[in-house]
DNA sequence: CGGTATCCCCCGCGATACTG
DNA sequence: CAGTATCGCGGGGGATACCG
């Protein structure tokens, strides 16, 4: 951990969260993430012993909590102090500035369809399921052999790198990439599936109701209202050329 | 600089701040320093060649542009763009965060008294100078031999590190701890003079005024209000014991 | 002043193996 | 599963010299 040597709150707050990781483990653990593997899979290239450094050094700063469960198993919960969940407008900040000038396209190597599964699970209104299980097959174009299964019931959500073995209800047919922009908030689904860049085979009343059952990114409300303020000032610039201008539709970029 | 790999505007924007000293870097360029050399003065311990690679990445990321005025010297400006400036909202959090949680006494490797001047000098209340130019020498305990100078000006300020000739109207003797401490707003002025940690050696008008002349730290609201809010949640928590309890005074903490 | 080019060192970090 | 201990490397960055 670098010091600045400068007695400045800002330059104290940048060595805490300035490390490499840290920013993104405290998003994670903002919106809930506990576990010490549930952290890891959610930062892919991540090494196990680097997260473990990060987690100390959180805990030696007071951002974090480390409580272990002697009872059950040895499961270990980390949780965000009173000062870490103070970080939430810190994070926020990070987002609408990200959202509005650091945003655009998703680079190839970003489109992990395992992050964007692992993302979706966490974001699912549980209450808005079918009573039964159900199997969701995703298949990303795009990339070799990027096939996986979401496993949804009322009880747990699962994704499974494997066929998880039982029925599959729906096939979900994707371009990754209008995938994740639709994910995020970049692109409407309805859009995505009128320019067959995602495409939903299922019985109809399971088709029709899928979108339904993801809360999709907690980031996509910033994103879209990022995405109008850009074409506000852009439009505003230009001078526009219609009084009337049409509503912001979204577009596939095809 | 790193890539996360992930498409969410977080990771992004961490990727483009995360960078040792940018953060830094940016509160100073929101504060109005624009010059190569102005900055480097302002982050002690930063190289040259590593400044030099900071201003250019965020030149290439957009939040900074680079306006060299080739016509009277080779000044050099360095400007926020308007994504730039947009970091307020982001330095402000950290800001805010930094003041509560990751604040305290100054560390001893924090008490670089040149940095402490250069500070003072971006901060002065040009109009409330007296007409005449005044030289004021501040003598720092607690280091070696720190003694230097500020000198002001209605036209200019500047930290002499040499005596800068010119008689001396104002002897600022102090400990440079308790000198950073009110100038961040931890300690106030009157209760630093009171408990001898900061001497003011000059005419009577010219001592009473010099505290007058500064605006002290952008920070100071930020962390007086963080101070009141910690006591504040502290005296909640532990039940308060009075229960007209007196307004929180800042008491030398000797 | 306002930088770039070069060299070289150190430590941040990944990989691996091991433990409760 | 939830980590710790150890080793080895690559590149981030400091120091220096140089240029416009």
Redesign the pocket.
């Known amino acids: 951990m ?1 010091q600045y040597g400068q007695y400045c709150p800002v330059a104290r707050a940048a060595e805490i969260l300035g ?2 990781w840290t920013l993104l483990i405290v998003r994670d653990l903002l919106t809930g993430t506990r ?3 549930a952290l890891k899979r959610g930062l892919p ?6 997260l ?1 450094d990060r ?2 050094r959180l805990q030696d700063v007071g951002v974090v909590e ?1 409580r272990s469960e002697l009872k059950g198993r ?3 919960e ?1 949780l965000l102090t009173t000062a870490g969940s103070e970080l939430r407008d810190v994070v926020h900040a990070l987002l609408m500035w990200g959202a509005k000038w650091g945003f655009g396209e998703p680079r190839p190597e970003e489109l992990d369809p395992i992050l964007l599964l692992w993302w979706m699970r966490s974001r699912i209104h549980i209450d808005r399921l079918p009573a039964e299980r159900i199997v969701v097959e995703f298949d990303f174009r795009g990339v070799e052999n990027a096939v996986y299964w979401l496993m949804l019931t009322r009880k747990d959500v699962s994704v499974c790198l494997q066929h998880p073995g039982h029925d599959v209800d729906v096939v979900v047919t994707a371009d990754l990439a209008s995938f994740y922009e639709v994910w995020l908030g970049r692109l409407s689904y309805d859009d995505a599936l009128r320019a067959n860049q995602i495409n939903v085979d299922a019985l109809p009343a399971l088709a029709c109701d899928f979108p339904n059952w993801f809360a999709w990114s907690a980031a996509a409300e910033a994103v879209r209202a990022a995405m109008l303020d850009r074409d506000g000032e852009r439009l505003a610039v230009s001078g526009g050329g219609t009084e009337t201008c049409e509503p912001p539709l979204h577009l596939p970029n095809d």
């Open positions: 670098y490390d490499r576990y010490f593997n290239g991540i090494s196990g012993t680097l473990a987690l100390r480390k040895s499961t270990t980390y």
